[in-house]
């Protein structure tokens, strides 16, 4: 497999036609942004810096346009423009070729490159802005668009809010490359993100301007724009692409990169920015092959680095012609005199396009070794992107691509928390890190609150006195206040079970009293004092006994968690009439009178005696206990005790004289 051609090396090649007319000089471009402050006017605080870098045809325009006009509008559809502006050109400079010596020259026009840059000042919107222009015209000779003299070049950028503070992805490389016919180009389309944000790749639809898509000629469309004899795919991890034609030209692509940061939890999308490109597909005359990477060095395309750690690994390629390699490793993290310390050989990066980087060169083969080490705070989810080019010294250069990536983390603690996981509402627990001994302790709490010290080996947690779900988590404090990774420990605060039943008995009935409670029916345990369990027990309704007069306690506890207990006091009911069922009026004090217990609770009772033949002996409409059995013999006798509520109670006594 051949790979894609160096850019500086054969922009020369490319096939853009040497025309007067000064307008048709667009090859590409792209938008970006970046949060500043809000800082602004009142009623426009929010300012953003805006770059557009925008790809001409030196041959036409060999500094590029003087000024560029954006707008700025609000994502939300209708809304009007919020800023127009003219932007003075900052910079401009012309992608100038490298030939070898041996190489035969070429008239073929380069590109110049140039750059605006503006700073607008906005209102505070809810979904964020659209950055946009719309330029004219294209370079002639684009083999998939239908009139490239006539086609404009639109482009934009979405700009998150400015309640998410955000710098937009940045491109690591320039927007033209080179591939053979018939022959599998790999390309480059990687960008970095500031805020270690993660990035998602993919083919666009090139504009003209306002949105419109171009206009393609007959049989090119955006997911093919080498036309059904052609292939493109991009991985949507890394941007690295796949092209190949078996038709020469230049044909125009727009590569969009979606940005996407982890808010309360959730994923949500900041935004997009769209890149135009040209591929240019030319004839290659050297049948040379392309370098490849040692095995080892793609065995090890995901590398894992610890704060305050050093990682080392090798990068290496190989020539088949063992022809002289060029190595390019460039990354965010090789900042030269910044503060990261990585390096390759050595070396920690000097500028190399947009991005910093280090150039090693071997003879038939070359090895970069990359060494980290990470700081504290560099930890994120976002792995950070290496990307490696090898490129031989031949006249039809081939070059291998590779993004690697580096994911730093917080060094491992080894620790473990011991303490309750399932407890009471309105609990205070003390939860200890157990294992190795840091100098201090990082406690961090969710669903309770930290009773004082907060950055020792153990810690007390007050629970809040509502059930629900929380954690407590720990990491160790290292050297220089680097932090270990987290250890969690889930929490559920249950609210004591609620039993169901009878808080008072009657005397007459203080047996076969039915208890329960919600919940798996095999949960639970339950005890009682001043009485006993009859069945039940172990689950979630039980029956029981309680000793006649006596107060009983009855408590209920899951069986996961058997410090977290309901108490219920069942006690004797006062409003329960209770009859006896002798009279020995012999005036002892003891069964002189027919005796209703609990009869002062209701007034107005009606009581009416018969003797065994039915015949009615007393009666009175409020009974006080009161009745003697004067003028009855010894035997017995049966009454009838009607309440003012209506309810009837029938039974039997003896008179014994």
């Known amino acids: ?85 003219v932007i003075q050109r900052n910079s401009y400079a012309e992608i100038t070729p490298i030939r070898l010596p041996s190489c035969a020259p070429t008239n073929a026009p380069g590109v110049t490159l140039a750059v605006y840059q503006t700073t607008v000042s906005l209102p505070g919107v809810p979904l964020g802005y659209l950055a946009e222009f719309s330029l004219g015209n294209r370079n002639a000779g684009i083999t998939n668009l239908r009139d490239p003299l006539n086609e404009r070049m639109g482009l934009s950028v979405e700009m998150a809010p400015p309640m998410l503070p955000n710098s937009s992805p940045a491109f690591s490389s320039d927007a033209l490359v080179v591939i053979c016919r018939a022959d599998t180009g790999l390309v480059l389309n990687n960008a970095y993100d500031a805020d270690g944000d993660r990035l998602s790749y993919s083919f666009g639809t090139p504009y003209s301007q306002g949105g419109t898509s171009v206009s393609y000629a007959p049989g090119y469309n955006p997911t093919q724009p080498f036309g ?75 590398v894992l ?6 990682a080392t690994f090798e990068l290496t390629a190989t020539d088949p012609e063992a022809r002289r390699l ?31 980087g280090v150039r090693v060169r071997g003879q038939g083969s070359v090895t970069g070794t990359f060494q980290i080490t990470p700081s504290c705070g560099m930890a994120r989810p976002a792995p950070y992107d290496i990307i490696v080019t090898v490129a031989d010294s031949a006249c039809e250069s081939k070059m291998v691509v590779g993004v690697f990536r580096l ?18 509402v309105g609990t205070a627990v003390t939860y200890t890190a157990n294992g190795p001994t840091f100098g201090a302790y990082s406690w961090t709490v969710r669903g309770g609150q930290v009773q004082g010290d907060a950055t020792g080996r153990s810690v007390q ?49 203080n047996t076969g009293l039915s208890y329960s409670v919600a919940g798996p029916a095999g949960a639970y345990q339950w005890s009682i004092s001043g009485g006993s369990i009859t069945s039940g027990q172990g689950t979630n309704s039980v029956q029981v006994d309680i000793t006649k007069g006596l107060t009983a306690t009855l408590q209920v506890a899951r069986a996961a968690s058997p410090t977290c207990r309901t108490t219920l006091s069942i006690g004797p009911d006062d409003r329960c009439l209770a009859f006896y069922n002798v009279i020995t009026p012999n005036g ?44 009855s013999s010894s035997g017995v006798y049966y009454y009838l005790c009607q309440l003012q509520d209506g309810t009837s109670y029938k039974g039997w006594f003896e008179i014994i004289r």
């Open 461 to 509: 947690v007050l629970w809040p006195p509502a059930a629900g779900k929380g954690s407590v988590a720990v990491r160790g404090v290292l050297e220089a206040s680097c932090l270990t990774d987290t250890v969690a420990h889930p929490v559920e605060v249950q609210a004591e079970p609620a039993i169901s039943g009878p808080a008072a008995y009657c005397l007459a009935a």
């Open 588 to 631: 002892d004090g003891q069964n002189d009178v027919f005796q209703i217990d609990n009869l002062a609770r209701h007034p107005n009772t009606k009581l009416t005696i018969f003797n065994r033949w039915g015949r009615r002996v007393y009666q009175t409409e409020d009974y006080q206990n009161a009745y003697s059995g004067d003028g």
């Open 407 to 424: 994911r730093i983390v917080r060094p491992a603690s080894g620790l473990r928390i011991r303490g309750d996981s399932v407890l009471c």
């Open 305 to 310: 680095a610890a704060e305050g750690q050093t």
């Open 1 to 85: 497999m051949r790979t894609a051609l160096r850019i500086w090396v054969l922009v020369c090649l490319l096939g853009l036609k040497l025309l007067p007319a000064v307008a048709n000089h667009l090859v590409g471009g792209e938008m970006t942004y970046k949060y500043l402050d809000s800082n602004g006017p009142v009623s426009t605080p929010f300012r953003y810096e805006i770059t557009t870098r925008i790809y001409y045809n030196t041959a036409t325009s060999p500094t590029g346009n003087p000024t560029l006009t954006i707008n700025v509008r609000t994502l939300e559809a209708g809304q009007a423009v919020l800023v127009r502006t």
């Open 326 to 356: 060029t190595m390019e490793v460039t990354s965010v993290l090789l900042d030269g005199p910044g503060p990261i310390q990585a390096t390759v050989n050595g070396r920690p990066g000097s500028p190399i396009g947009p991005l910093m």
């Open 228 to 302: 059904n004899r052609g292939y493109a795919a991009i991985d949507a991890r890394s941007g690295l692409a796949k092209y190949w034609s078996a038709e020469l030209g230049t044909f125009l692509l727009a590569i969009d990169v979606r940005e996407y940061r982890m808010v309360n939890g959730r994923e949500i999308l900041l935004g997009r920015l769209r890149r135009d490109i040209q591929i240019v597909v030319r004839e290659c005359a050297d049948n040379n092959l392309a370098p490849v990477f040692a095995p080892a060095t793609l065995a090890r395309r995901e």
